[in-house]
């Protein structure tokens, strides 16, 4: 069955560094997500994007990040410049149309700055 | 926005015994309700969902139940076993965006 992965599984970084989470979302899915989820807290919702554009993005979603589908199969987060308060696990979801409910989601990126 | 309220946090059964995880939701133009189970460092697995015009959904061991009036929906878990301990986190999503805002998880510990 084919899975949404990401790369790396665990990536640490210093404040003020750049990171490019990446995923490879399954391949006839059209719509793509970012969530974080804090250790121990709830999954928040990032952003969702199709057609090669953001269609919903949530406040956390602030200047700091970006996304990107650099190619026919990548779709990149990016956060330009870290904080503490950003190490969290982030996860890539995709799914085949805007009206389908179901999400699938990847293993998840863990992202630990210090 | 929407708001989802989980509970209880932690939920501590023998196995065999049946465990009960409840939410409540606050915008009533939400129509699917998924339950998610998310193991240590894994991610979060869909294992049932329901609809708003359906009361109940039920998938050999878990069911989940809807009231609508009420806006609160659970899950069900019978005849638990070690392999169920996770945290599992309800969501409510809307057609208007389709994008689940979840529940703060319930982590489920079955004791053998």
């Known amino acids: 069955e084919p899975e949404v992965t990401q790369t790396p599984s665990h990536q640490v970084t210093q404040m003020g560094q750049e990171v490019i989470l990446r995923c490879v979302p399954i391949s006839n899915h059209l719509y793509f997500y970012w969530y974080r989820q804090i250790l121990g807290q709830k999954v928040e919702f990032l952003v969702s994007f199709y057609n090669n554009e953001i269609s919903e993005k949530s406040e956390i979603f602030d200047d700091q990040f970006s996304v990107e589908r650099p190619d026919g199969s990548n779709f990149t987060l990016k956060i330009r410049s870290t904080k503490l308060e950003d190490s969290a696990m982030y996860f890539c979801?995709?799914?085949?149309?805007?009206?389908?409910?179901?999400?699938?989601f990847g293993p998840g990126t863990r992202l630990t700055v210090t | 926005g929407e708001n989802v309220e989980q509970h209880p946090s932690t939920l501590s059964v023998q196995e065999g015994d049946s465990a009960v995880i409840k939410c409540t939701y606050s915008d009533s133009a939400s129509n699917y309700f998924p339950w998610y189970k998310q193991e240590l460092g894994k991610r979060p697995q869909l294992i049932i969902d329901?609809?708003?015009?359906?009361g109940e959904k039920k998938d050999q061991r878990i069911a989940v139940t809807l009231n609508k009036t009420a806006k609160h929906f659970s899950l069900h878990i019978t005849e638990t076993q070690p392999e169920d301990s996770a945290v599992y986190f309800c969501a409510a999503a809307s057609g208007g965006s389709y994008i689940p805002t979840f529940g703060r998880g319930t982590s489920l510990i079955v004791h053998p």
């Open positions: 329901i609809r708003s015009n359906v």
């Open positions: 979801a995709s799914k085949t149309r805007q009206s389908s409910y179901e999400q699938y």
